[in-house]
């Protein structure tokens, strides 16, 4: 694709200090997040791995502004964070595209919250469709695509708002594994175009090592980080990579940690 | 998707579709059944005119009171007051259920009240109405509203609350602030539901009208229903029951189209 000017706008770095979060109060409150620490830094693409019920999840949602910690400091862009704000662009694993607008009008959604004027609002969409893939289906609703053409419309939504950082929850966890071959690909690609900073969550290894600058691995709960790992694969990679014995060997490494305390594991 | 095929096994298989030209079949059918049994046992003379009249009893007794315009009279003064009735609770039920759905102090501070009023049976208030409003239109109306619109309230609220929690986190990570949630997110959200809880309560709309109409009042299709049985005009009744039934088939449509036309996403 050719340079657009909606590619590599803008992007930030994540710090995250001794943060803990504690659902609930007294003797059936749930610790989920236990002293995080670590950065992101701006470009970079960062993936969380661990086992179910770790607190992934829990802490994307802090980043994002949609849960509030307990105590510790998040801040992106050198902002502490307390409410969801546009600079911090998500994708959920389950579907959340609004099913009463078409995929245009989803993707449309936040430039229209700020306010742009129709014609660059409908450059955007057009730009980030492309990206995706998906400009013949503009006039559809979501209730007529399939998941993997849902979470490529939740990606195109969350980056046609120019976000800092992009949070991705397990984004194609509920996905099949072909169709996930394929977006593991397609965001490969649209994150070299736009080099946003990724905060990615996933409890799939390879998944995890295909897509990082950086691993991270957490503990069963309460979460914890238990190993930072540095991924040094060129870039642009593609799905061959799997079979490197590189590859493998660090994907053995993260299997140990992991398989160490897993036992929260369902 | 496949078209439904027309085979024993295909009829008999739970949940399967059936073709387009058989529900139709059906549809009239069930109707061909029920005028056939009924014209059955009263042209023998197994039961007497009296009680239950012929099918062309009936017939000529609404082409009369169409030709002198009773039947007008009287259905447009029901659908009048089935409409302010319904219109005027939904406009309220429906905002004010929505926000009752999403902000829990809404719901904390309404959820006593319209717990208790949602359990009382309406016909209990209607002599307080006789006595407070008299038996002019404004008490049909208010039957109607206080029979509608506290149930409207309850399923407008859980429709409201079942919208997903991701899909308003999702709109909130888009720049969607708190106080735009209930128009921008939960509202189009809910919309197919809501016009399902309207078409539902519109159907109770008449139940209500009805019972007011039998109880005092001077026009309506309950009260020439009353006028019949103390003169033994059965097929009057019968004229006023199937004229009830065709409005609410017609409005029912209505409130189906109406879905489809403004929740085209919804399938
Ligand atoms: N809203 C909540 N209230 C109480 N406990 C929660 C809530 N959300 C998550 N938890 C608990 O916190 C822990 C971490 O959850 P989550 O962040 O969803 O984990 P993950 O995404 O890694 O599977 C889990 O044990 C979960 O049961
Ligand atoms: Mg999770």
Redesign the interface.
């Known amino acids: 694709m050719a340079k657009s000017r909606y590619a590599n706008l803008r992007s930030a770095d994540i710090v995250i200090d001794d943060v803990h979060l504690r659902y609930g109060t007294g003797p059936s409150s749930v610790l989920a997040l236990d002293g995080i620490s670590f950065d992101v830094k701006p470009n970079e693409f960062c993936v969380i791995v661990g086992p179910s019920g770790c607190g992934k999840s829990s802490l994307l949602?802090l980043v994002?502004?949609?849960e509030t910690k307990t105590a510790g400091t998040i801040t992106v862009n050198g902002k502490p964070v307390s409410?969801?704000?546009?600079e911090?662009?998500?994708v959920?694993q389950?579907y959340?595209l609004?099913?009463?607008?078409t995929v245009a009008k989803n993707v449309e959604?936040?430039p229209k919250?700020?306010g742009y004027p129709a014609a660059e609002r409908k450059d955007i969409v057009d730009h980030f469709l492309a990206e995706v893939g998906l400009s013949k289906f503009a006039d559809h609703?979501?209730?007529q695509l399939s998941g993997g053409m849902k979470q490529r419309v939740?990606i195109a939504?969350?980056l046609a708002?120019d976000p800092m950082v992009l949070?991705m929850d397990e984004p194609f966890g509920a996905l099949d594994s072909q169709t996930r071959h394929t977006m593991q690909g397609l965001l490969l690609r649209v994150w070299e175009h736009s080099k946003k900073t990724v905060l990615f969550v996933t409890h799939d290894i390879e998944e995890a090592i295909l897509l990082a600058d950086r691993v991270l691995v957490m503990s069963g709960r309460p979460g914890q980080i238990k190993k930072e790992i540095t991924i040094n694969f060129d870039r642009p990679r593609n799905m061959d990579l799997v079979l490197e014995p590189d590859f493998i060997s660090t994907k053995r490494e993260i299997l140990e940690l992991l398989k160490d305390t897993d036992d929260d594991e369902h | 998707m496949k078209s439904p095929s027309f085979s024993f096994r295909a009829i008999t298989t739970p949940f399967e579709q059936i073709p387009k030209w058989m529900i139709v079949f059906l549809g009239v059918a069930i109707w061909v059944v029920v005028i056939a049994s009924w014209s059955a046992i009263t042209y023998s003379g197994m039961i007497t005119e009296t009680f239950l009249p012929t099918p062309d009893m009936v017939v000529s007794r609404t082409l009369k009171y169409i030709q002198n315009g009773v039947l007008w009279e009287h259905t447009s003064a029901s659908v009048q007051v089935v409409f302010i009735g319904f219109v005027l609770s939904s406009v309220v039920s429906v905002p004010l259920g929505l926000f009752m759905g999403t902000y829990r102090i809404v719901q904390a501070f309404l959820d006593p009240l319209v717990n208790f009023m949602r359990y009382l049976p309406v016909t209990s208030f209607v002599p307080l109405f006789i006595l407070w409003i008299g038996i002019g239109i404004e008490q049909r109306v208010t039957v109607i509203i206080f029979g509608i619109f506290f149930q409207q309230l309850v399923m407008l609220a859980d429709t409201a609350r079942s919208v997903?929690r991701?899909?308003v986190?999702?709109?909130?990570?888009?720049?969607?602030s708190r106080a735009h949630t209930v128009f921008h997110?939960v509202l189009?959200?809910s919309?197919p539901n809501i016009f399902d809880i309207l078409r539902v309560t519109m159907g109770w709309a008449w139940t209500y009208l009805v019972v007011a109409e039998l109880v005092a009042a001077r026009s309506g299709l309950g009260y020439i229903s009353l006028k019949a049985m103390r003169g033994f005009q059965v097929d009057v009744i019968f004229m006023a029951i199937a004229m009830i039934g065709i409005l609410g088939l017609i409005t029912d449509q209505g409130f189906r189209l109406l879905r489809k036309y403004a929740?085209?996403?919804?399938?």
């Open positions: 949602y994002a502004g949609l409410d969801p704000g546009p911090r662009g998500m959920f389950a959340t609004f099913p009463w607008l959604y936040g919250r700020k609703y979501p209730s939740a939504r969350a708002n949070l | 997903p991701d899909l986190n999702a709109a909130y990570t888009l720049g969607t997110i189009p959200a919309l929740a085209p996403w919804a399938l």
